[in-house]
């Protein structure tokens, strides 16, 4: 039994013990505040499955051995894209507009991630570094193509002057709340109890077994070794550039579905500086789910995803109860996104 | 009055996720004695050493249990630092160096010579300079000691193994204040003559006082060398002697709990081999593996032959096999049953049938995070689609099958772990060597090239896979090539030996020729 509890204790890891009891503790602390506990265990259901599939972008990169992805805002921009360009051709079927919307968005996340991934091989050893540069430059990038993009619906532009894209665009006329309303149930009182958005988790779910799939695909094993071991990688005669590339497209075109999803889930899609720092995020969640630099697993991310979102859908109407009006939430979120993803680098640092 | 040890180890037990690998183990070794460390493969030799060194892997994995006394006063050692402060230098059986530095670098790592500033003199000695030209000499110095013949300015990285190791030996022999020294299989890439001349250097080290504790699979080394000896079995001391009180056979016997006879004992020889039926030509070949450059050479090997390849470390003997398997550059014609192999294509020797097994195991042998049945399937699930499942265009890992051939493998070649899922990089050196066998095999080529075959594995094992290569060759006719530094070994198996030197074929001889013909073959270019 003791061998057992130790065993389990060893897998699980003290950081995602520590992190696991501050979030209960951070969830009970609701109850005296009077915030409604189903609300928020139903809040960080929805945003565990909503950014779940962005972190699972995660997986490939890191295997492949490009580390964490912190330029999966070129996944992003692309989903946007794709996302924009489903609702200019005004499908009218919401499952066809999402359709659309992901494989535009995936098409283009393709072409991106291997221009991105042949970038990458050109710089080993410092990919953390120009993965930082090029997501924040992507995004920079698109803040002029927002305004320039010859969109022409009346959803997608500001209604003055007829050019550039608006700031955030509602889902409502096509795909909004699509997968969260799918199969979906609430338990206990309607609008007050616990929302459960089926068809959003099947989603997420059916995403990751397509990436556990593909992880143990004759491609997927090969990419890994590539990552681990490019010498070992090169001696069995596969070319670990290439397989790199792989990772590295792949990992853009989950980042395309995944802010699909996140956005179907959100009700809208936000342009120009909004997924700033969302390839942090993704980062800092998949290294709090138990990934290294090097290694990462479907469960660090389905892990990971639900204590980083989860404490953030507890913890900020808490702070917020507590310190009304100020702008500590945003606080809190950088500091305990940017304090993860520090804490986790200098780990994977000193372990060997 | 009892005898003074410098170093007394005492009750010492170690578990590994409930694997207890040493059991109640005592050490003791006198100043001034070189002190031979013998047991099988996994028998637990480099963890007592990493115990002693204070090793992260020993502390991070729960410590230990039993004392450590040196000169008779007790320690607590949890880091390499005070390792070495406590005087106790170690040459790691899997090497240590940090590629990107130099040679120098990487010597005086951690003690590096610093000479007065201007700043220092205002700020103390962290602003002292360092003084390059004294490390440059102290390099030199060390490694002219040992007798090798290198640049100390160049970068580690992408030298041949038995150069690392003799890096690692200078690094050690430069220290000063060194009590004690640990040397973890230093010889096992090394051919005799060399492994001579380093066991030379150990006495001397001894004859000031330093004490040695001495890792090796070679037990005329031991007995030649050793004062005295303790033996490990499954993690249990067996014995503890003086070396004169022991023979090679009671050694040899003490360790693997039974009689070992002839080295190998070869299956009846129904082969006829034909000088016009050609398994592997090389022409003009040239290889540009740093340290192991080959320089022109031409190479028939017959089909169902036994060929082996020796020479100094070097002088190219590595070189050959890594030029083949496209891993370095590599100009002029191989040609593999008359078919032009294209250099310039990764993988194409593998794609005609050729498997390689490296010397260089933790780089380029391995995927050390991964399981052993991974690392065993792997070469032959990418090149030749085995193992998989086949959905259409997408293919998908067969796991039973896997399985079913990791756990055939682990029988087959005796690999000591806890089950096939096991992490390659957690099992003793020699069961790794095993693993890298087990992956060449499993891609069933036509002709198999092994570089150091026998690296770290120990007596049994050995006969064990010498045996079966010898049994894959007489039974299924298999081209078998082996590159090795044991001219004992390449004698017991080989129809025919090459020697390399100075980067080409200075003889090739019958098995059985005179060590003196041999040895002229090897100094000669
Ligand atoms: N980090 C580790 N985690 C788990 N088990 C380990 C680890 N390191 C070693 N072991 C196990 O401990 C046992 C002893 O290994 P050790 O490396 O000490 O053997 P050894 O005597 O040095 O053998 P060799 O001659 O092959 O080098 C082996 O069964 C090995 O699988
Ligand atoms: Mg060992």
């Not at chain 1, 609701?30 to 499955?49: E, M, Q």
């Not at chain 2, 110095?141 to 003799?166: C, H, R, T, W």
């Not at chain 2, 490990?232 to 360790?255: N, P």
Request: charged share 20%; proline share 3%; hydrophobic share 45%.
């Amino acid at each position: 039994m003791q061998e057992y509890i130790k065993k389990a204790y060893d897998n699980i890891g003290l950081p995602r013990l520590i992190i696991a009891g501050f979030f209960l503790l951070v969830l009970l602390s609701a109850v005296p505040l009077g915030l409604n506990i189903a609300t928020l265990l139903g809040d960080t259901l929805r945003r565990w499955a909503m950014y779940g599939i962005l972190v699972l972008a995660m997986v490939p990169a890191i295997q492949c051995g490009i580390g964490p992805n912190f330029g999966i805002s070129l996944g992003i921009v692309s989903g946007l894209l794709g996302a924009a360009i489903s609702i200019e051709l005004e499908i009218a079927n919401p499952w066809l507009a999402i359709g659309v919307a992901m494989l535009v968005g995936t098409a283009i996340a393709i072409v991106l991630g291997i221009l991105y991934g042949m970038l990458l091989n050109n710089v080993k050893g410092s990919e953390m570094t120009v993965s930082t540069y090029v997501g924040f430059s992507v995004i920079a990038f698109m803040n002029i193509m927002w305004l320039s993009l010859p969109f022409t619906n009346g959803d997608l532009i500001w209604p003055i002057g007829q050019v550039g894209m608006r700031n955030t665009i509602s889902l409502s006329n096509t795909f909004g709340g699509l997968l969260n309303e799918t199969l979906s149930f609430t338990i206990g009182q309607e609008g007050k109890g616990l929302f459960v958005p089926t068809g959003l988790i099947l989603f997420f779910f059916l995403v990751c077994v397509i990436v556990w799939l593909f992880m143990r695909s004759k491609t997927g094993i090969a990419l890994s070794a590539a990552g681990s071991s490019p010498a070992f990688t090169r001696s069995s005669g596969i070319n670990v550039n290439k397989m790199r590339i792989i990772g590295t497209a792949f990992s853009t075109a989950l980042g395309a579905i995944g802010i699909i999803t996140y956005a179907q889930s959100y009700g809208f899609l936000q342009l120009y500086n909004a997924p700033l720092w969302m390839g942090f995020h993704c980062v800092a969640a998949v290294l709090i789910g138990g990934a290294t630099t090097k290694k990462a697993s479907i469960s660090n991310v389905i892990i990971g995803t639900f204590l980083f979102q989860g404490l953030l859908a507890v913890a900020l109407p808490v702070i917020n109860q507590v310190l009304p009006e100020s702008n500590l939430p945003d606080v809190i979120r950088l500091i305990i996104s940017n304090g993860i993803i520090l804490y986790a680098l200098s780990k994977t640092k000193g372990d060997k | 009055m009892s005898t003074h040890f410098l170093l007394n180890m005492k009750n010492i037990s170690k578990e590994y996720d409930g694997n207890q690998v040493l059991k109640n183990v005592n050490l003791q070794v006198k100043p001034g004695e070189i002190h031979a460390l013998i047991g099988e493969n996994g028998a637990g030799k480099s963890t007592l050493m990493n115990i002693l060194f204070g090793m992260p892997v020993i502390h991070s994995t729960g410590g230990f249990e039993g004392t450590v006394e040196i000169n008779g006063e007790q320690v607590f050692i949890d880091s390499p630092q005070k390792a070495i402060d406590y005087g106790i230098g170690m040459v790691h059986q899997e090497f240590m160096l940090i590629p990107g530095f130099t040679v120098t670098e990487n010597i005086k790592i951690g003690r590096e010579i610093s000479k007065p500033s201007l700043l220092s003199h205002l700020f103390g000695k962290g602003m002292e300079t360092l003084d390059f030209e004294q490390m440059a000499r102290d390099a030199r110095k060390a490694l002219s000691d040992i007798g090798l013949n290198i640049e100390e300015y160049i970068q580690v990285a992408g030298l041949p193994v038995g150069y690392m190791q003799f890096i690692e030996i200078a690094r050690e022999i430069d220290k000063t204040g060194i009590k004690l020294l640990v040397f973890d299989e230093p010889t096992a890439v090394l051919t005799e003559s060399e492994a001579e001349r380093l066991l030379e250097i150990m006495k001397v080290i001894a004859s000031k006082g330093i004490a040695i504790i001495f890792i090796t699979h070679r037990l005329s080394e031991v007995k030649n060398y050793a004062d005295s000896i303790t033996i490990l079995r499954d993690g249990e001391v067996v014995t503890h002697k003086d070396i004169k009180d022991i023979s090679i056979i009671e050694i040899a016997e003490l360790m693997i709990g039974r009689k070992v006879e002839k080295l190998v004992d070869l299956a009846e020889d129904t082969r006829t081999l034909s000088d016009s039926d050609i398994a592997l030509s090389l022409k003009n070949f040239h290889v540009d593996m740093p340290g192991e450059r080959v320089r022109g050479v031409d190479l028939d090997i017959r089909k169902g032959e036994i060929f082996g390849i020796g020479g100094l470390a070097g002088q190219g003997k590595l070189g050959i096999p890594n030029g083949i398997m496209g891993l370095y550059k590599a100009e002029g014609t191989v040609e593999i049953f008359g078919k032009k192999l294209d250099l310039s294509k990764l993988g194409s020797a593998l794609a005609n049938g050729i498997a390689f097994v490296s010397e260089d195991r933790r780089g380029v042998g391995l995927l050390l995070d991964e399981s052993i049945e991974l690392n065993i399937v792997f070469s032959a699930m990418q090149i030749k689609d085995e193992f998989l499942y086949h959905l259409g265009p997408v293919k998908l890992l067969n796991q039973k099958q896997v399985r079913q051939h990791a756990l055939k493998m682990i029988d087959l070649l005796d690999i000591r772990c806890t089950g096939p899922t096991q992490k390659v990089g957690s099992l003793s050196g020699g069961n790794q060597q095993k693993v890298c066998l087990a992956r060449a095999l499993t891609m069933n080529p036509e002709i198999l090239i092994v570089s150091e075959p026998t690296r770290g594995i120990d007596i049994g094992a050995k006969k064990l896979v010498l045996e079966y290569l010898a049994k894959l060759n007489r039974e299924q006719g298999m081209t078998i090539i082996i590159v090795s530094s044991e001219l004992v070994e390449l004698r017991s198996l080989c129809d025919r030996i090459a020697i390399v030197s100075g980067g080409k074929v200075s003889a090739i001889v019958k098995p059985d020729a005179p060590d003196a013909e041999i040895g002229l073959a090897m100094a000669a270019g």
